[in-house]
């Protein structure tokens, strides 16, 4: 089973066997444009929850992508320097950034379910 | 416009390919006789192969660049009212006294005695700095407003480790130019950003509380970048001043009150001013600038090698820390040489010329220039803060709500009615911000062409007429070019095209 | 006043619409204890263009001009002869009086010319991809050993003893305050062991070639040193017309180059506006600092040039850019690009010869003068000579006979000793066999 978990920064985190998939919501990529570039972090790197782990960039704006949970970065998604338009075509698939294996699960508590997330944006 | 001919020209507009695509191995436009050299004293260095350059004859020359200028607006042709950009009028008294050659065709290292005129003007273009700004010191070796914003904060710097202090700290309004932070930066401090308040100005309370003794100093630009005038800049001083840090104004917008402010007498310590904006040295597409750096007494001992001094023999370059006065401390050394010379006499040209009376005035026009813009607008576009104004009136998307129509969109309108646009989107504190300057440089007929044609606009966009918003330009040389695609694969040179290209 | 085309009864018009009585009513915001009276300003008042011209013509005559007799200066600043369509193409409007090309549909004039330049220059130097330029070679210098502790995390910038003071000193003002600068021992004429200094904390080597004394380095050695431990080397050329004659730096494993454009295109100008160019690997660019322009298409399908990759720079990054630059330095830029396309290959490479040549027979000739000798055995078109005599003193007797004849060490390293009898000397295409001739005779005068 795995769940899906988002910030109020519009980060998303899906968990599966103690290892978190992170990239950004489709509401993020809309208020970005064309994602032209990916910063990715190193695979190997600890990030603390709320640090910085990746920077997305449009043509106009670059944004810091922050860490949901906390762990140590084991993938990088390499495809994105190719092809970083898939942020935008499939922003909570194929667009994620980097995997971490989370430090501490419990962190995953304090982060919006879905349906809240959902209502969330709608609030903005 | 769709009318297609079989040139691709149209008129007077010509297409114009690349000198890779019109250059031939083998041509030159400059004679020069031959001559053979050994390889005796190149240490085996010998270039192998050629380096493929192209080249063109003088005529192929002319007509190529000639052609590319007639692709680019420039202020000669017509109002560029680009907010914080100052495109006033660029004298041509000036660019023909650069050319002089005791100025231009004078060798940086040249000995000092033959250089006695090029340091007199320097020393005379010091002096009018200096008088303008009621400060004591003006350090002129940076070459733009950015270098000019980092020397002071590295004279900053130099000063408060001579008091042997630690500050790390550099505040920074929200509404700054973004080179403020990236300078602050730029110098091993941390920026803090002072939130700006709705009001458009510094809101003493928020600055109050991050001030403390860490802070090194608060960066301001007055009047700042939504065209107000701090006017609590005296109090915004002491406040700065009794926590022991110094205060940075940025230059940039001094074309709005020289001539009947001295930033001295605000409490400023240190300020760069863009001769290529208030002093009018051209902008040539994006540089090259000049910022010299005036500095107040405390801060006078630690500005940047060379400095110049006048003695019995005549004027002197120090520009080395062993030959330094009594006192001087400096920080060290911004660039090579001793400054951009060639729009140092630019600058003193249209110093003379205007005089401190025609400074003054041309600072009253700038500011009355922008107060009839937006008086003549602000009904039917919104301007997000009640007036009068400084020298650049500040409109935001507000009236363009339910329209359809962006700020991009109203802004690339303008191109097709003959108009550079004004900036957009800066300041980032405003939504949609527009940004207009007129500059002193404008006739009353000029600026009323303006008004009309802006307040057409704005109405058209209010009925709904949205179709010429969309995809404007449509008479330019280019339409709107995809800069998604020139991001994610970037192709920075030209290469043969049988060649992969860069990145690809 | 002649640029001020407002009239009174404009004025009047203006501030009636405004609804403001005075034009100090707009400057109400202003502090009154602030306000100067015009009387506070210690200045001339509004002058004639006759004034004008007769108060900086009389100061420009106060100075010897590079053309009045023979010149034989360099060290970063070189005299060459520029076609005169380059200083006419320049001035014109659309390129002298436009801004930075933030709107491309109206500027592809500026836009087009910086991309050839970008082309041009990474060609020049044999690297991958270049810049729209920085302000001049000691800055891009600078903004290259920054760019290099960001590349390699590392702090510590290994500076030749080559380097020109200047640039030297440029870069440690700012690249101390990001980590750490060790410059190696001033060693003239020699090679100098430059990988023996690298540590596991080197971010770079720089290295210049021609260096301050004119002499050639081989920098293939030292690439290979330095790339074997993760470090990148930066190459300083402050003379580029030499990259006519010599190897470029990118074929000898440099991964920065850093240099001055000046002999291009561009006068003297007692040091500035000069033009710097940035060159380095396509795996670099986002770590690159300054503008950048690449090619792609408008929406009717045409090709057309952008600014790109900005999201490096201060107006959208801010605190987080890869450096505070603002501006490029278009003219010089635009100055350089269009004589180096009146040159082509051909009359690049010829230009290089010639200058080469020149300086060859200027360093046999002076060094049969008694007691001078040639201290750099290999050079392009500036070179060293051992001097009897201090050479600041000599360089000062040769201007009162009307020749500039170079720049004395002494100069640049007032604190070394070996620096003291050291004069720097260049000759380039605009000296003629009579200035060779004119120099020999007077330094026999001024030594004997």
Redesign the interface.
């Known amino acids: 089973m795995s769940e899906t978990r988002f910030t109020e920064q519009h980060e998303w985190v899906r968990v599966e066997g103690g290892e978190g998939t992170i990239g950004i919501t489709r509401y993020a990529t809309e208020q970005l444009g064309d994602v032209v570039y990916v910063e990715l972090p190193a695979i190997g790197k600890t990030i603390a929850k709320g640090a910085e782990g990746a920077v997305v960039e449009s043509v106009k704006a670059a944004s810091e992508v922050y860490a949901p949970v906390g762990g140590t970065v084991t993938a990088v998604n390499e495809a994105l320097g190719a092809d970083p338009a898939k942020v935008n075509s499939s922003p909570e698939e194929d667009g994620w950034f980097f995997k971490i294996k989370l430090t501490n699960a419990a962190e995953l508590s304090q982060l919006m379910s879905e349906d809240k997330y959902v209502e969330y944006v709608k609030g903005l | 416009m769709s009318l297609p001919t079989i040139s691709g020209d149209r008129g007077l507009d010509h297409e114009?390919k690349?000198?890779?695509e019109l250059?031939r191995?083998?041509?030159?436009?400059?004679d020069?006789?031959?001559?053979?050299?050994s390889d005796a004293?190149?240490?085996?260095?010998?270039?192998?192969g050629?380096?493929?350059?192209?080249?063109?004859s003088?005529p192929e020359?002319?007509r190529?660049?000639?052609r590319?200028?007639?692709?680019?607006?420039?202020?000669?042709?017509g109002l560029?009212p680009?907010g914080s950009?100052t495109?006033k009028?660029?004298?041509r008294?000036n660019?023909?006294?650069a050319?002089?050659?005791?100025?231009?065709?004078?060798?940086?290292?040249?000995?000092q005695?033959?250089?006695?005129?090029?340091l007199?003007?320097i020393a005379?273009l010091m002096r009018?700095l200096t008088?303008?700004t009621?400060m004591p010191a003006v350090a002129m070796s940076p070459?733009?407003?950015?270098?000019g914003?980092?020397c002071g904060i590295?004279t900053i710097r130099a000063a408060i480790e001579a008091r042997g202090e630690k500050r790390t700290r550099v505040l920074v309004p929200e509404s700054a130019?973004?080179?403020n932070?990236?300078?602050?930066?730029?110098?091993?401090f941390t920026?803090d950003e002072v939130k700006a308040p709705p009001e458009g100005r510094v809101d003493l309370e928020s600055l109050r509380g991050k001030l403390g003794p860490d802070v090194a100093a608060f960066m301001l630009t007055n009047p700042n970048t939504c065209g107000?005038?701090?006017?609590d800049?005296?109090e915004i001083a002491a406040m700065v001043h009794k926590c022991g840090a110094y205060f940075y104004a940025d230059g940039a917008n001094f074309n709005a009150?020289a001539?009947?402010?001295?930033p001295g007498?605000?409490g400023v310590d240190a300020m760069h001013i863009n001769l290529h904006k208030t002093f009018s040295t051209?902008?040539?597409?994006?540089?090259?600038?000049?910022g010299p750096v005036v500095l107040s007494a405390r801060l006078a001992p630690f500005a940047?090698?060379p400095l110049l001094v006048h003695d019995e023999k005549g004027f002197r370059l120090i520009?080395?820390r062993?030959?330094v006065p009594e006192g001087a401390k400096p920080?060290?050394?911004?660039?090579?040489?001793?400054?951009?010379?060639?729009?140092f006499?630019r600058a003193?040209?249209y110093?003379?010329?205007?005089?401190?009376?025609?400074i003054?005035?041309?600072s009253?026009?700038a500011?009355?220039?922008a107060?009839?813009v937006?008086?003549?607008l602000k009904d039917v576009m919104s301007a997000p803060f009640e007036?009068?104004c400084?020298h650049e009136a500040l409109f935001d998307e507000h009236f363009l709500h339910g329209t359809g129509v962006t700020t991009l969109d109203f802004?690339?309108v303008m191109?097709d009615e003959g108009y550079?646009?004004m900036t957009v989107?800066?300041p980032l504190v405003v939504h949609g911000a527009m940004l207009i300057e007129p500059t002193?440089?404008?006739?009353?007929e000029?600026?009323d062409r303006f008004i009309h044609v802006l307040r057409t606009m704005a109405l058209e966009a209010k009925a709904g007429k949205k179709e010429r918003f969309e995809?404007a330009?449509r008479l330019?040389?280019?339409?709107?070019?995809?800069?998604?695609?020139?991001?994610?694969k970037?192709?920075?040179?030209?290469k043969a095209p049988d060649l992969p290209k860069?990145?690809e | 006043m002649r640029y001020l085309p407002l009239t009174k009864d404009d004025r009047a018009a203006m501030l009636a619409r405004i609804g403001a009585p005075n034009v100090d009513a707009l400057f109400r915001d202003v502090p009154k204890s602030a306000e100067a009276p015009l009387s506070g300003f210690d200045l001339p008042e509004v002058q004639g263009e006759i004034e004008v011209e007769r108060t900086l013509s009389q100061m420009a005559a106060r100075s010897t001009a590079a053309e009045a007799g023979p010149f034989f200066c360099g060290a970063g600043a070189y005299k060459h002869h520029v076609p005169a369509a380059v200083d006419h193409l320049i001035q014109r409007s659309e390129f002298l009086t436009s801004y930075t090309p933030y709107q491309p549909e109206i500027s592809q004039g500026t836009l087009q010319y910086l991309f050839e330049f970008q082309t041009q220059v990474a060609l020049l130097t044999g690297m991958e991809v270049a810049n729209a330029s920085l302000y001049d070679g000691s800055t891009a210098a600078a903004e290259a050993v920054l760019m290099a502790q960001r590349v390699t995390r590392r702090p510590k910038a290994i500076l030749s003893g080559g380097l020109h003071p200047h640039y030297a000193e440029t870069v440690e003002t700012v690249a101390n305050l990001h980590g750490k600068v060790v410059r190696a021992p001033v060693v003239p004429g020699r090679a100098e062991d430059l990988a023996a200094m690298i540590d596991n904390d080197t971010a770079c080597i720089v290295v210049q070639s021609p260096d301050v004394f004119g002499m050639l380095h081989d920098l293939a050695p030292v690439a290979e040193a330095a790339h074997t431990k993760g470090v990148l080397l930066i190459a300083v050329v402050t003379e580029i017309v030499s990259l006519g004659l010599v190897e470029p730096p990118g074929h000898q494993g440099a991964d920065i180059v850093a240099a001055e454009g000046q002999s291009i295109g561009n006068g003297l100008n007692f040091g500035g506006p000069y033009v710097g160019l940035f060159a380095t690997r396509e795996k670099f660019i986002r770590q690159m600092p300054g503008r950048l322009v690449g090619e792609t298409a408008d929406v009717d399908g045409r090709r057309g040039y952008v600014l790109t990759l900005s999201t490096r720079e201060q107006h959208i990054r801010r605190d987080k850019a890869t450096s505070n630059i603002c501006t490029n330095s278009g003219l010089c830029a635009l100055a350089f690009t269009i004589h180096l396309s009146l040159l082509g290959d051909e009359g690049f490479a010829r230009l290089a010869r010639i200058n080469h040549a020149r300086a060859s027979a200027l360093a046999d000739r002076l060094a049969q003068v008694k007691g001078v000798s040639l201290i750099t055995p290999s050079f392009f078109n500036e070179f060293t000579l051992r001097l009897p005599k201090p050479a600041a003193e000599v360089v000062e007797a040769l201007a009162a006979k009307g020749i500039l004849g170079g720049v004395p060490a002494s100069r640049l390293l007032p604190a070394d000793p070996a620096a003291r009898d050291l004069l720097i000397v260049a000759a380039t295409e605009t000296n003629t066999d009579e200035d060779v001739a004119a120099f020999a005779k007077a330094l026999t005068e001024v030594l004997s």
């Open positions: 114009e690349l000198i890779f250059g191995a083998g041509v030159t436009g400059v020069l006789s031959d001559v053979k050299v004293r190149l240490s085996g260095l010998r270039r192998r050629t380096i493929g350059l192209p080249g063109l003088e020359a002319v190529h660049y000639v590319l200028s007639r692709m680019n607006y420039a202020i000669d042709a560029y680009l950009c495109m009028h660029n004298p008294l660019e023909k006294l050319r002089l050659p005791g100025f231009a065709d004078v060798h940086p290292l040249a000995p005695s033959t250089v006695q005129g090029a007199a003007l005379e009018w008088t303008l009621g070459k733009a407003g950015a270098h914003e980092l590295l130019h973004g080179t932070p990236a300078s602050a930066t730029f110098a091993g920026v107000l005038f701090e006017r800049v005296l009150i001539g009947r402010v001295r007498d605000l051209p902008h040539g597409g994006g540089g090259p600038g000049a940047p090698l520009e080395n062993a030959d920080f060290g050394r911004m660039c090579a040489f001793h400054g951009q010379m060639g729009m006499v003193l040209a110093m003379l010329s205007h005089g401190r009376d025609g003054r005035q041309a009253e026009d500011v009355l220039s107060n009839y937006l008086a003549s007036g009068p400084m802004a690339k191109i550079h646009p989107y800066f002193e440089s404008e006739s009353k000029s600026l995809g330009p330019a040389p280019r339409r709107r070019l995809d800069e998604t695609a020139a991001s994610r970037p192709v920075l040179r030209w860069a990145a």
